[in-house]
């Protein structure tokens, strides 16, 4: 059983079987479109538990193509492009009625972060201009035309122009870094301090063109933080504000931060607690600044992976099918990883990419080196710049964005704006494994489970028996999915259901510890033979 947190915070309850695989020789997927305009450009997604997906892009596009509701009107002297604005630009979608509806978002969003909090809310931070210091919350409810974004003005004590954010074990984000801010916050505060001192980040600018913003920030299981900025990545005490470990530079020394964007993510974690790190393409190094004169430099084609808590940890580097920037991470419930969207060359930045990679790839942790990567069917939609990707419940892969222009531009362009949602459904949803896909029967969505507490899930599978893991859900924008967290269950007492053939139960323990996974709703999935069930939501507390 597997545990999956969204990203923005998915937590994926996963539990295996011991049955043989059937997908593994198969590969491809599938693609469908599900809507040719939502009205705005994907720039940001975060999964709730209320299985809608809140999505948004930046105030300063120009007007959208999807009004406010009630013929409402946004008024902002301060804005940059239209003070007075009656369209949307941020949407509400529903993956199950494949509708959406239009959000008010009063200042600018644009390039900004965020998290899931413990009560299921998004708490989305920064942003630019007048959005820079501002918190912004949406909290789910059942009836979904009430709901909407709340702002809270000088939420925070600097500005936050793409800072990446991080839920901590305590119930805390902390946001780390930004354009020009070497340092980092929490949210909400407790204390009179404000802003903390980060110099790692000093270190790893690169002046003009930058390479270390949207660092990549990840909970390891001590408690402490992963910090990748540039090429290299720091273990980090935030309670005493002290650097643990120095990692070494990952061999070849280009950056993989924003502009020079690649993606990471920590692989799953199973029952060793043995957490590792897998950070995939980007851009070598001057990519931004050749870009900016018309040169597009070919992308990195090349994975690092490293045990964060080895005696003596070193990376050791893979290669991917092709060059890939801008591409996203997508934690899946069978415990692979899906990478997909982004350019063959270019870097991030406005009209800087080029050569669209269509085609994801599937990453195997599992597999040994050399066999862990499998090219996918292809879209026929470039995502390029500003575009994002998240896991829904039902497996399948939500995709959407790609607006690499100062405003909305849709004629006369290499890579029009981009309104479009599509759906990738990975090869374990094809119909051919309908007869061995096991359905969790109990418990209902929404139950609360403690840290330790074991609990009983009943689910139906025609033949074997399964796995389970719990997957956290995650915001994603920029390539990163941050809080993004697949964990492997410990199970026990396995049985046969007397009454209903085929029917199963199984004893799984949740998770020890905050550090392990952080208070909050995530997705748990029963996986057999390879193929995963519908994910079902636990609070977890």
Known sequence: MS???????????????SAAAVVADCGGGSWQLLQRSIGISAMHMQLLSNDRVVIFDR??????????????????????????????????????????????????????SGSAMPDGSLVQTGGFND???????????????GCDWVEHENGLAARRWYSTNQLLPDGRQIIVGGRRQFNY??????????????????????????????????????????IFANNRAILYNYSSRAVVRNYPEIPGGDPRSYPSTGSAALLPLDLTLHPEVLVCGGAPRGSFEKAGVGEFVKGLGNCGRIGINDPNPVWAMESMPRERVMGDMVMLPDGNVLIVNGAGSG??????????????????PGNPAGSRFEVQNPTDVPRMYHSAAILLRDGRVLVGGSNPHVYYNFTGVMFPTDLSLEAFSPAYLDG?????????VSPAGGVGVGYGEKF?????????????????????????GMNQ??????????????????????????????????????????????IPSTGVWVKLH
């Not at 959005?131 to 909290?139: E, L, T, Y």
């Not at 026990?492 to 139960?505: D, F, H, K, M």
Request: charged letters at 20%; aromatic letters at 10%.
């Open 3 to 17: 545990l999956h947190q969204p990203c923005t915070l998915p937590l994926l309850l996963l539990f295996l079987a």
């Open 59 to 112: 105030t300063d596009f120009g007007r959208s193509n999807i009004s406010l509701a009630n013929g409402n009107c946004r008024e902002d002297p301060n804005e940059r492009v239209v003070t007075r604005d009656c369209s949307a630009h941020s949407v509400e979608y529903d993956p199950a009625a494949n509708t959406f509806r239009p959000l008010t978002v009063q200042t600018d969003v644009w390039c900004s």
């Open 432 to 440: 051919r494994f309908d007869g061995v896909r096991p359905a969790i």
């Open 131 to 145: 959005g820079d210091r501002r918190v912004r919350s949406f909290s789910p409810c059942k009836n979904a035309s």
């Open 456 to 480: 009983v899930i009943r689910f139906t599978v025609s033949a074997g028996a399964g796995e389970v893991k719990g997957d956290d859900v995650a915001f994603t924008t920029h390539s990163f």
């Open 347 to 364: 870097t991030a930045g406005w009209e800087n990419g080029r050569d669209p990679v269509l085609n994801p790839v599937l990453y195997r």
């Open 185 to 226: 916050e929490f949210y909400p505060k407790n204390d009179a301090a404000q802003l903390y001192s980060l110099p790692f980040l000093i270190q790893t600018s690169d002046g003009k063109s930058e390479n270390n913003l949207y660092p990549f920030v990840l909970l390891n299981v001590d408690g402490n933080l992963f």
């Open 485 to 530: 967290r697949l964990l492997v269950l410990g199970s026990e007492g396995l049985r046969s259901v007397a009454a209903a053939a085929g029917s199963y139960e199984v004893t799984v323990r949740a998770p020890g510890s905050g550090n392990l996974a952080p208070a909050g709703y995530y997705m748990v999935f029963v996986v057999h033979r390879e």
